[in-house]
C-alpha cells in the first residue's frame, strides 16, 4: 500500500505580510495513521524540498497527540524537508492521494496543472482522492474525461464559509471553499463549526475541518483495505 500526500509550497498569505502553509495537525494525524498501518508514504510539494508550515497551527492550543509525536520523529521530519517535486511523481506508483490542508493550498495547489493533472489522473484510473479542510479547493480545476468538473453532483466537504469567518480570513482568501464548490455543482454538507465532518463519494473521500483529518485519513485506509481484499 503506497499513499502519495501532497502539500502546499505557499507560505503568504495573501498581501497580510503574514505567512502560511500547510496545517500540521492535517499532516501528522493522517500521516500517523498511515504509517501505524504499514503503508508506504511518499511526500511531495510544488516545489520540493521543505513545504513551509502555517506558524498558527504550531501553536500550543493547536497541539494534538500526532503533532507532539511527529516533534519528536526525526525521521517524519527528515521526510518533511525532504519533499519531492510534484513533476517528478506517477499516478501509477500510488494506491491513493491525501491532501492535507492549511490556507496555502488556495493559492498554489487549486491552480498548478501538475496537481490537476495527477488528481484527473487519479480518478481516472480508479484511485481514492482525499482531502481536508481547505485541500478540497485544489479539486476546484480538475475534470472529468467529459470535462465536467470532478466535483458536479458528488457528495463531499470542505471548510467552510462559517469557519473561514471566525477565522477572519474572508476577505484575504483567493477564494471560498464552500462557495466554490458548490458553484460547481457539489453536493456540499457541513457540521457545526470545527467539529468532524468527512463524506465518501465513490473515489472521493473529503473532511471539513483540521478535527476532519484523522477520521478522514482513517475512511481512506479503510477504503485501500477493502479494494486489497476484492482484490485477492
Not at 487549486?110 to 481516472?124: M, R
Not at 478540497?136 to 474525461?145: D, I, N
Request: hydrophobic residues 40%.
Amino acid at each position: 500500500m503506497k499513499i502519495l500526500m501532497i502539500l502546499t509550497s505557499h507560505a503568504e498569505l495573501g498581501d497580510t505580510g503574514k505567512k502560511t502553509g500547510f496545517w500540521l495537525e492535517e499532516f501528522a494525524a493522517p500521516y500517523y495513521v498511515f504509517k501505524d498501518a504499514g503503508a508506504q508514504i511518499v511526500l511531495a510539494t510544488p516545489r520540493g524540498g521543505e513545504p513551509p508550515l502555517d506558524p498558527k497551527s504550531d501553536l500550543p492550543d493547536s497541539q494534538t497527540d500526532a503533532t507532539r509525536r511527529f516533534k519528536t520523529d526525526r525521521a517524519a521530519q527528515d521526510a518533511l524537508a525532504k519533499t519531492l517535486k510534484l513533476a517528478e511523481v506517477r499516478v501509477t506508483d500510488f494506491d491513493a492521494v491525501f491532501y492535507p490542508g492549511g490556507h496555502g493550498p488556495l493559492w498554489d495547489l487549486a491552480s498548478d496543472p501538475t496537481s490537476i493533472a495527477l488528481i484527473e489522473g487519479f480518478f481516472a484510473a480508479g484511485k481514492p482522492v482525499a482531502a481536508v479542510c481547505h485541500a478540497p479547493g485544489v479539486l476546484r480545476s480538475a475534470k472529468t474525461a467529459l470535462g465536467e468538473p470532478v466535483v458536479k453532483g458528488r457528495n463531499l466537504t470542505g471548510f467552510s464559509d462559517s469557519e473561514e469567518q471566525a477565522a477572519g480570513l474572508t476577505e484575504i482568501v483567493p477564494f471560498l471553499v464552500e462557495d466554490a464548490l458548490k458553484a460547481l455543482g457539489a453536493r456540499y454538507s457541513k457540521a457545526q463549526d470545527w467539529q468532524p465532518h468527512v463524506v465518501t463519494d465513490g473515489l472521493l473521500i473529503t473532511g471539513q475541518n483540521p478535527a476532519s483529518s484523522e477520521p478522514a485519513a482513517r475512511t481512506l485506509l479503510q477504503a485501500l483495505q477493502q479494494a486489497s481484499k476484492v482484490k485477492a
